[in-house]
């Protein structure tokens, strides 16, 4: 956090410097869309072929051939969901929370993209719909479905509680990718990520920068809507800080489940293909830039 007493003098010009204009890192102007129309098309006539009924404080996987569509739905009472996606062919390519904050926000809604970590970075998810859109940002900056957030985890809460707690959504995340993909735990703990922080209401406050949390607006019949790019494999926790108002990481919070539902079209959306990995090739054994 910055020092509420800096040590150092600032310039004479510093007014000057802090009034500089901000540019946009990723200007995304350029960035191939998705053609919404053509997959909202795609869903008439769809058929669900699956779900999953995620348990409170615990994590499942699913899942989602190329083509396909899957929802994430809030049943019972408010609850927040962590999502993490993997290439199914390739567990190695999985979601990459950084820069899809980078290129889409910290906050995600319609027509946004999971994208996949490097050497890979291509669309994994694109969201379809989401009826949680109305919430845009509150007057704290916070909004839903977060990509700044990392995921609770047993070793943050040991380092700042020194106590022990197993269904931190990491913790979750992690035996329901063993048990999905016959890995051990350890061996499975590394291919967990950042995740999408689904229905979550988070920001960073506008004095200190802190990460904040507040209770989600979800309601139950809400949801989010993916359409999978690539053949995924996901895995989804029901966080236990509920609706996450209060606290995570203890099970103080009520808690509900979340139900994920998988859908095929007729059809594959007009013009759609599944996307290549990234056309960057630059990086090789022996390659030396000049
Ligand atoms: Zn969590």
Aim: aromatic residues 10%.
């Amino acid at each position: 956090m910055k020092l509420t007493n800096p040590e150092h003098k600032a310039p004479v010009d510093a007014a000057q410097k802090k009034a500089v204009k901000p540019v946009i890192c990723y200007p995304v102007d350029d960035l191939k869309q998705p053609d919404l129309a053509a997959y909202r098309a795609a869903r008439e006539g769809w058929r669900k072929t699956g779900e999953v009924l995620v348990p409170p404080r615990e994590a499942r996987t699913f899942e989602v051939p190329a083509g396909h569509f899957f929802r994430i739905v809030s049943v019972e009472s408010p609850q927040v969901g962590d999502l993490n996606l993997w290439a199914k062919a390739n567990h190695a390519e999985r979601f990459f929370s950084g820069k899809t904050r980078a290129l889409h926000g910290t906050h995600l809604s319609t027509g946004d993209r999971m994208w996949s970590n490097l050497p890979y970075l291509r669309p994994m998810a694109t969201i379809t719909e989401d009826t949680l859109d109305w919430y845009g940002f509150d007057e704290f900056g916070g909004g839903v479905h977060d990509v700044i957030g990392t995921r609770c985890d047993p070793y943050t809460h040991h380092l700042l509680s020194g106590g022990d707690y197993h269904h931190c959504c990491h913790s979750n995340l992690t035996r329901a990718f063993a048990t999905a993909t016959g890995r051990s735990q350890r061996e499975a703990e590394p291919f967990v990520h950042d995740v999408l922080n689904v229905f979550m209401c988070t920001g960073f406050t506008r004095d200190t920068g802190q990460y904040f949390m507040k209770a989600t607006p979800v309601r139950p019949g809400d949801f989010i809507e993916f359409f999978a790019e690539i053949d995924l494999l996901g895995a989804l926790s029901a966080c236990p800080g509920g609706d996450c108002g209060a606290e995570h990481s203890s099970d103080a919070s009520k808690c509900a489940p979340l139900l994920v539902e998988i859908y095929a079209p007729p059809a594959a959306p007009k013009g759609w293909a599944v996307p290549p990995v990234n056309g960057y090739l630059g990086i090789k054994d022996g390659f030396v830039p000049r």
